[in-house]
């Protein structure tokens, strides 16, 4: 212990308040797992200003934000629209729209929400959340998305607005609705009009305050050859036309 406290002061003073935070943490939350600091993205300085116009950088969703970003380059090649179902105040539907100002290909970003907050929870939802939960002004995510680009947002409690972009094709997808029936409208109706390279996300894949979502994913892809890469962070993705191993059984 003293060599690795004297390693620490010479080589990585900054990792002093993390080593007392993991003490703490095993205490307080022992299931927790702390992850290194040392994370280049952590200092983008175009991510952070990002992060502060939506109040999010102290807050627990900046893994899957930065994930977004990054999954957003897979589709240079890919012609489609995009789409998002689930916006709330606009934060996921800002980096897509970032990503389309710079596609080769021309793309209107569809942006799916009541906007009058979720839908009523199934049984197979659990207790997590309740109808009405995350309501926000059309106005506030019109504002926040304004002068990003070419954005449809379309109210309408899912799947009522779909038949407007059944002509469409669509090079990405971002589904965060929390729920299992809207989550099982999303896929069933993108999935058709994703093209070979085409990314799903969904944002709820994995949490366990979401296991309708995941329940309604799986369901959809069992028969299918994508299946969903869970992240670490929460939250999971699929390439159309790549093929998805099931995860090996470790030993
Ligand atoms: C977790 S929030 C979305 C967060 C957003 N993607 C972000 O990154 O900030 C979930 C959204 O799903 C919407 N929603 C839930 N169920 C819905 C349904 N059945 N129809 C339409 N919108 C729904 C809610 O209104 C809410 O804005």
Known sequence: MKRFIKKVLITERSLIPLWLLRKIGRILLPRYRFKWIQLDWWDNQDFTRYLQRYDELQRLNTDRRWMLYQLLRLIEGIAGDTAECGVYKGASSHLILCANRTAAY?????????????????????????????????????????????????????????????????????????????????????????????????????????????????????????????????????????????????V
């Open 106 to 250: 021309p793309r209107t970003h569809f942006a799916f929400d009541s906007y009058a907050g979720l839908s009523q929870p199934d049984a197979i939802d659990g207790q997590h959340w309740s109808s009405g939960d995350l309501s926000v002004s059309l106005d506030q995510v019109r504002s926040n998305l304004a002068r990003l680009g070419k954005v449809e947002l379309m109210q309408g409690w899912i799947p009522q607005r779909f038949p407007e972009v059944a002509q469409r094709s669509f090079a990405f997808i971002h589904v965060d609705v929390d729920l299992y029936q809207p989550t099982l409208d999303s896929i069933e109706f993108f999935y058709p009009r994703m093209p070979p390279g085409a990314v799903f996300v969904c944002d709820d894949y994995g949490c366990s305050t979401c296991p309708g979502a995941t329940a309604a994913i799986d369901g959809y892809l069992a028969d299918k050859p994508e299946k969903m890469l869970a992240l670490p962070d929460g939250g999971g993705f699929f390439i159309r036309g790549t093929n998805t191993a099931a995860a090996a059984p470790l």
